[in-house]
């Protein structure tokens, strides 16, 4: 089992099998190996190479050093090894305040998705008091709606992303913070 780790830049969070926390520096390789599959980045903007990557990644560090929000590192305690993307976040020109999820292929169906979006979602409403949460999804992937599902939120439409994303299509997905205080009892 892996030691908890930190993080300058924000909380950790733990769940069973998980520790969530903002990115670092080791998280590179695993980052950028998940996002040169085309399938697990299908419906997140398709494959990046390691420069666009490395950008992202401090853009998702950045967020937390501006905003103290951003998404988590999901890093599986068995392993130590970097699983995924899943947390809160609020671009600018967002259309609401997110918690999303990505995983790496080999986190896939293995429940990770649920454990880590509950853990942010429960910090979403808890600790940066934010009234209602959404998550961006492609009306084509029926695995990231099966997983807002099971989270209890529901299709509230159509939405726009800002640049350069205006031109992907997207339903906006959600609940409040009282809607979440009864769905995360039925996820216990």
């Excluded at 520790?19 to 695993?30: H, K, W």
């Excluded at 918690?99 to 509950?118: C, P, Q, T």
């Excluded at 992937?141 to 992303?161: H, I």
């Excluded at 959600?174 to 979440?180: E, N």
Aim: aromatic letters at 10%.
């Amino acid at each position: 089992m892996t030691d908890r780790p930190t993080s300058p830049l924000g909380p950790t969070l733990e769940t069973e099998r998980l520790f969530l926390r903002p990115p670092s520096l080791e998280d590179f390789p695993r980052w950028a190996d998940f996002m040169s599959d085309p399938e697990t980045t299908r419906f997140i903007g398709g494959v990046q190479s390691r420069h666009e990557v490395w950008r992202a990644m401090a853009s998702v560090a950045g967020m937390w050093a501006l905003h103290g929000e951003g998404m988590f590192s999901v890093i599986e305690k068995a392993t130590g090894n970097w699983m995924g993307r899943i947390g809160p976040l609020h671009p600018y020109e967002w259309p609401g305040r997110e918690v999303g999820w990505s995983l790496h292929r080999d986190a896939v169906g293995k429940g990770y998705a649920i454990e880590a979006a509950a853990a942010t979602m429960d910090y979403a409403f808890e600790v940066l008091e934010w009234p209602d949460v959404i998550h961006c999804i492609d009306p084509d992937n029926r695995a990231s709606e099966k997983v807002a599902e099971r989270l209890g939120s529901a299709n509230r439409g159509p939405g726009r992303m800002p640049p350069p994303f205006h031109n992907h299509p997207v339903n906006l997905w959600g609940q409040t913070r009282d809607q979440w205080r009864v769905n995360r009892s039925s996820l216990r």
